[in-house]
């Protein structure tokens, strides 16, 4: 195979810019390759053609004029036909039909010679489909098995990948239903999506979720939002918001598939252009590890809000609000270790934006699974929109402090620059210092800021380290009322002498907590492509 491009005579006056010529020879490449093929030169089938056998891996002879600046002909020999003795011998090879023989990267996808089979079968012509003992039917069969053994034949040494995208392409060319991966198209939204990610900022994001409207701003810190809030319900209600959640991990895992595919706007929360890494990252929000964790977490909102519907001794115990956190931060662990597996090959900053993006999906795959389980009472309309909206509270202050501690991941740069934005961030830092929350303490707060997980390790035991180095850190650590509010442990300023709410852990779980946290520790300080 060899391709043919003709530029024609271009005088100096006539000479336009270098990066205008290169895109003239690489369409005309790329089309004319597809075109030997017997493909249709679509735009992602050129994109395919330039990944699997790029312009600079070519051959390029040049053919000159006098007069002319430029080259009046170019000469083009893709990597694959010069392989194996030259273009003769390729096509040589190619026209025989040679398995193995064909170095090509991308196969010919012209349709097998299947010409008189289906007439020799109806007519019951030709070789053993002439004997008497096959009915029609019986012909059929094997004229069809006949065709499928010459197109695997015709299939030999494809590329498996380009095959899955050009049958995904056909699929969505012929009109069929279901979920398709568009790798190589970026998703563009339209009014639904942007109405979806108004109602995100609304409930989720900060600085849009601390706005009350006339009422002013309040901060996710503040010791109203950190303690307990309780929802009054409807005495008809009661008994249904009694049974704790059941919702089973496959329905999640299916609210959230579906979710993901078709409403969450990823691409609007980035001003990334890359389809692949938009597409990773929603198969890892359709992942059974994220559905699971959607499902612990969503306990402890429950908990903190209706717990006063049940008697005392019914109410969720201790040691056991101690392993669902324990086991929420060794799932949150596998979950942060199978993306930065999935997403290795993308930049620091491609990575760090998973973290947000994981934390904005479990708020609402939160609040869908309490709707899910009580949707009288959080859809009435005389009660549901106050209850919602202390319930969506209860929900951003559960996940902050159980993995974002500093609020550092609750919000996207490319949401913050609107003069909205500018503002209500200016509200909520005045409502910030109110508590004591200055630019400074906090500057001071994230230097000697430990993880939730690090910090429930080192008190395990009821009583803190030893060390007295140790304990100051700690202390330094804990001066947060967010990560006080995690462990039990009172802030710094309130005195250390307090006694500890929580007790202590057992040893099986401070083993537990002890290998998740080294492990996710390791995890972050080895070297890209290395196991910790």
Not at 139 to 158: I, K, P
Not at 292 to 297: D, M, N, Y
Not at 464 to 488: E, H, I, W, Y
Request: some cysteine.
């Amino acid at each position: 195979m060899e391709i043919n491009v003709l530029l024609g005579k271009v005088s100096p006056k006539e000479l336009g810019a270098g990066v205008d010529y290169y895109k003239i020879v690489h369409n005309a490449y790329t089309s004319q390759y597809l075109q030997n093929l017997g493909i249709e030169p679509l735009e992602q089938h050129r994109k395919v053609v330039a990944r699997k056998c790029a312009l600079t891996d070519c051959q390029i002879e040049a053919t000159w004029a006098d007069g002319s600046v430029v080259a009046e002909q170019l000469r083009i020999v893709p990597p694959g036909a010069r392989a194996r003795g030259g273009r003769g011998a390729w096509e040589k090879n190619f026209e025989a039909g040679l398995p193995g023989q064909v170095s090509e990267p991308l196969m010919n996808a012209l349709p097998p010679d299947t010409a008189g089979i289906y007439e020799k079968a109806k007519k019951g012509t030709g070789s053993f489909l002439a004997q008497k003992k096959y009915t029609q039917e019986e012909r059929f069969l094997l004229a069809f098995s006949e065709m499928t053994v010459r197109d695997q034949e015709n299939s030999h040494g494809a590329d498996c990948s380009l095959t899955e995208d050009l049958e995904t392409l056909q699929s969505q060319a012929r009109g069929e239903e279901g979920p398709v991966h568009k790798r190589e198209v970026l998703r563009q939204w339209g009014k639904e999506g942007f109405e979806e990610l108004e109602l995100l900022k609304r409930k989720f994001i900060l600085p849009f979720a601390c706005s009350r409207g006339s009422n002013g701003t309040i901060s996710w810190q503040s010791p109203e939002l950190l303690k307990a809030n309780r929802v009054q319900v409807p005495a008809e209600l009661v008994p249904e918001l009694r049974k704790p959640l059941r919702i089973s991990v496959e329905q999640l895992q299916l609210e959230a598939a579906d979710y993901a595919e078709n409403a969450f706007p990823l691409e609007l929360l980035s001003t990334r252009r890359d389809p692949l890494f938009f597409d990773d990252v929603r198969q890892l929000l359709c992942s059974h590890e994220i559905s699971r964790l959607i499902g612990l977490c969503a306990h402890l909102p429950y908990w903190n809000t209706f717990a006063h519907l049940h008697p005392p001794q019914r109410r969720l115990p201790e040691t056991t609000r101690q392993s669902l956190v324990l086991t929420m931060q060794e799932s949150w662990s596998r979950l942060e270790e199978l993306a930065r597996s999935r997403l290795c090959k993308a930049d620091a900053r491609a990575r760090e934006f998973f973290v947000p993006v994981f934390l904005l999906f479990l708020k609402w795959g939160i609040e869908k699974a309490l709707l899910l389980q009580y949707p009288k009472f959080l859809q009435n309309a005389d009660h549901g929109e106050d209850a919602t909206t202390q319930l969506v509270d209860q929900i951003n202050v559960a996940i902050m402090c159980l993995f974002d501690p500093d609020c550092a991941a609750a919000n996207f740069g490319t949401l913050d620059s609107s003069s909205e934005a500018i503002r209500l961030w200016r509200k909520l830092h005045i409502n910030q210092m109110k508590h004591g929350l200055t630019p400074a303490t906090r500057t001071i707060a994230r230097e000697f800021r430990t993880s939730p997980m690090m910090l429930l390790l080192m008190h395990g035991d009821g009583s803190g380290p030893t060390d007295p180095k140790t304990r100051r850190l700690l202390q330094n650590s804990s001066s947060g009322s967010v990560l006080a509010a995690v462990t039990g442990l009172p802030p710094a300023a309130e005195g250390s002498r307090r006694t500890r709410s929580v007790g202590p852990l057992d040893a099986a779980r401070k083993a537990m907590l002890y290998n998740t946290a080294v492990g996710s520790r390791l995890a972050r300080l080895a070297p890209k492509g290395t196991a910790p």
